[in-house]
């Protein structure tokens, strides 16, 4: 399985604009991979004063200055979704649980289009404004640093999706038959209002009304349907911790199917007629890549699984949805294995800031050269070789994977390949006992939570007993290709 596999975005072509963003940042005296986590101010966000009381409009994250906010931590979304395909109308109503982490005489939400029609604030009505992708909200008393806080938000519209940097869709993309909702990395503000950062995860109840005849599928537990007057309604519960843009709420005229695996692990597969017959035999062996993955990585982190394979010609990409991975269409068995990974990798232990992606797409990819490796096919070291062959001028080589530059580069060829390939290197370093030692204690350590870069380089260290500044400076910081394939 190549690092590209078709369900994954095809390697970017990347352009001169990227050293020259990377130069623009390291000259600004931007991070350093083994930095502190705290990211550098971004332009666009107005550093929050000591007696600032109103929220800021971003979490400060350089990659999407707009993306999340200040001054409060969501700790429940609570969405009540109908859709109507046929119209492609969707009314909402979301009811956020939150705490304040300042004095609040005003918060943001990210909002990109709809129609908001109603905020209260712990029953109360607030006024609001829109402005770009966010949403302003002033209730009618300020909120007190530690207060906890009720906000709901009715709305409606005709969602569509963003255009990511990199050019591809994000967020509620309609289909021929429903909606494909994926939100990687600024989506879910196209079809709920939330603190889209992965800094702030929650927990989500969904309550989805659709035609009778669609199904709704969404992340978590299915808690059962109902049907009335030509309306299904299908709920939903994420009882574990989840970032914003792994939310998903697809639409589709669905199979299903219902399994408990000999774990406990209730699983949901949701598949569009047309991609059943390729994705059944690929499907079949969810199990055993769940069990192949818990015995590598730990145990599996969420008590549900399953997939939704939708049929999305046009949008171009899988997606880790937690819990229930998404699919454009039937997955070959190395995608499985990638989105399977992401719920240890990037679900369950989330981003703090997105320039660490690698350590969402470096880790499921190497989780696919380790699954070749072990089921009879090349080696993870063959994989590593076929791609250190590759000449200096190659896309491999355009930025090192722990600075991306910018979020157009998120998912680029040097993110999920060389990402891996330092994997690889630190594997060779440190021996395959340590490295799995690493690979679980990251997992387990940072379980429904977040993970740095530095703190990932700083717990090999730790575990290996090895000083592994050079390997990691020169496979995820240094521009170029390295001078040497040996660790
Ligand atoms: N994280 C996804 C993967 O498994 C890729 C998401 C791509 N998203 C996008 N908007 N292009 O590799
Ligand atoms: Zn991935």
Redesign the pocket.
């Known amino acids: 399985m190549t690092p590209t596999g078709k369900h994954?975005?095809a390697p970017r072509a990347v352009t001169a604009a990227v050293p020259v963003a990377v130069a623009a940042l390291l000259a600004a005296g931007g991070p350093a991979v083994a930095g502190p986590v705290a990211t550098p101010a971004a332009p666009a966000r107005p550093a929050p004063a000591a007696s600032a009381t109103t929220g800021a409009p971003g979490a400060g994250d350089p990659y999407f200055p707009l993306a999340g906010n200040g001054g409060y931590d969501v700790s429940h979304y609570d969405l009540t979704l109908r859709y109507d395909p046929g119209s492609r109308r969707l009314d909402g109503t979301a009811v956020l649980t939150a705490r304040a982490t300042q004095p609040l005489t005003r918060f943001d939400l990210d909002l990109k289009g709809l129609k908001v029609t109603g905020v209260t604030v712990d029953h109360a009505r607030a006024t609001h404004r829109r402005d770009g992708q966010e949403l302003l909200v002033t209730p009618r008393t300020a909120l007190r640093p530690g207060h906890r806080f009720q906000v709901t938000v009715t709305y409606s519209g005709t969602p569509a999706p963003v255009t990511?940097p990199?050019g591809?869709p994000?967020g509620w993309i309609p289909t021929d038959d429903g909606a494909f909702v994926?939100g990687?990395?600024q989506g879910a503000m196209t079809w709920f209002p939330a603190n889209n950062h992965p800094l702030d995860k929650a927990t989500y109840d969904f309550t989805l009304t659709v035609p009778q005849g669609h199904t709704a599928v969404a992340n978590g537990v299915y808690l059962g349907s109902r049907t009335a007057h030509g309306r299904t309604t299908y709920r939903w519960r994420q009882s574990e911790p989840m970032a914003a843009y792994l939310a998903t709420a697809t639409v589709g005229r669905f199979r299903v199917e219902r399994y408990t695996t000999r774990d406990g692990v209730q699983v949901y597969n949701a598949v569009d007629p047309r991609e059943a017959a390729a994705a059944a035999p690929v499907l079949k062996q969810l199990p055993s890549v769940l069990d192949w993955e818990s015995r590598l990585f730990g145990p599996y982190p969420f008590r549900a699984a399953g997939a939704i394979v939708d049929h999305a010609p046009d949008v171009g990409?899988?997606?880790?949805t937690q819990t229930r991975p998404l699919y454009d269409s039937a997955p070959d068995l190395g995608t499985l294995v990638?989105?399977s990974a992401?719920q240890w990798f990037g679900d369950s232990v989330s981003l703090t800031r997105w320039q660490d992606i690698w350590l969402?797409?470096g880790f499921?990819t190497y989780a696919e050269w380790l699954y070749t490796e072990q089921h009879g096919g090349p080696s993870a070291q063959q994989e590593f070789d076929a791609l250190y062959a590759r000449p200096a001028s190659d896309g491999l080589w355009a930025f090192p994977p722990g600075d991306p530059g910018s979020g157009r580069n998120i998912?680029a060829t040097p993110v999920y390949a060389r990402g891996a390939m330092t994997l690889h290197q630190l594997r060779r370093a440190v021996g395959d006992r340590a490295f799995l030692r690493i690979l679980r204690t990251w997992a387990a350590s940072h379980r429904a939570g977040h993970g740095t870069t530095a703190q990932f380089t700083a717990l090999a260290e730790r575990l290996s007993g090895k000083d592994l500044d050079g390997l990691f400076r020169t496979w995820l910081d240094t521009r170029g290709k390295p001078a040497t394939s040996r660790p």
């Not at 990409?317 to 880790?320: F, T």
């Open positions: 994954r975005p990511d990199d591809s994000d994926a990687e990395p990409y899988a997606l880790e990638h989105e992401h969402n797409e499921a998912f």
